[in-house]
T-cell receptor
């Protein structure tokens, strides 16, 4: 069976500090990978998605970047955090096939507080 | 990307059916309609999806309007565990496998 891991679960970082959030998927190969952010009381905002190693599409210009160094690893980074980067960060994966079913499986999330 | 509109909140009683509406008037012919739900402090969970025909699974039923501009998620007997935020993203089609989530509907289930 497939499993998605995210860490850390919670993080408190000062403004201006760097960020690295990691997501890994087990039990599948060549998944599509996604990073979402959910600000307090808001809906899900898609930040990045990737259909393969080294292939990153950015949805919203911002202070963040993403990388996919391995097939089942997705990393969200920032060089200098802003207060507005606070939120609940979710990683998700879906099967990378041509079938028209985009069921996404979400990880447990990382709650980031920038102080 | 097709935009979706949902009521901010709805309330139901335990053991009663719940009909959660979603409007997606800009949907294109090959876009699938998805439903997810999110419990507090957890990632969203897939519920159901469909294209044109009504769909049933162990969690819920999805009724899609004939013109596909709206859909309804039906929980046949609400339980307290069904209290969550429900989203109805529509996929953007093509090969980028992208879903656009709105703000969703907060469902409260009363005992």
């Amino acid at each position: 069976s497939q499993t998605i891991h995210q860490w850390p679960a919670t993080l408190v970082q000062p403004v201006g500090s760097p960020l690295s959030l990691e997501c890994t998927v087990e039990g599948t190969s060549n998944p599509n990978l996604y990073w979402y952010r959910q600000a307090a009381g808001r809906g899900l905002q898609l930040l990045f998605y990737s259909v393969g190693i080294g292939q990153i599409s950015s949805e919203v210009p911002q202070n963040l970047s993403a990388s996919r160094p391995q097939d089942r690893q997705f990393i969200l980074s920032s060089k200098k955090l802003l207060l507005s980067d606070s939120g609940f960060y979710l990683c998700a994966w879906s099967r990378g096939t041509s079938a028209r079913t985009y069921e996404q499986y979400f990880g447990p999330g990382t709650r980031l507080t920038v102080t | 990307d097709a935009k979706t509109t949902q009521p901010n909140s709805m309330e139901s009683n335990e053991e009663e059916p719940v009909h959660l509406p979603c409007n997606h008037s800009t949907i294109s012919g090959t876009d699938y309609i998805h439903w997810y739900r999110q419990l507090p402090s957890q990632g969203p969970e897939y519920v159901i999806h469909g294209l044109t025909s009504n769909v049933n699974n162990r969690m819920a039923s999805l009724a899609i309007a004939e013109d596909r501009k709206s859909s309804t998620l039906i929980l046949h007997r609400a339980t307290l565990r069904d209290a969550a935020v429900y989203y109805c993203p529509v996929d953007s089609g093509g090969s980028n496998y992208k879903l656009t989530f709105g703000k969703g509907t907060l469902l409260t289930v009363n005992p």
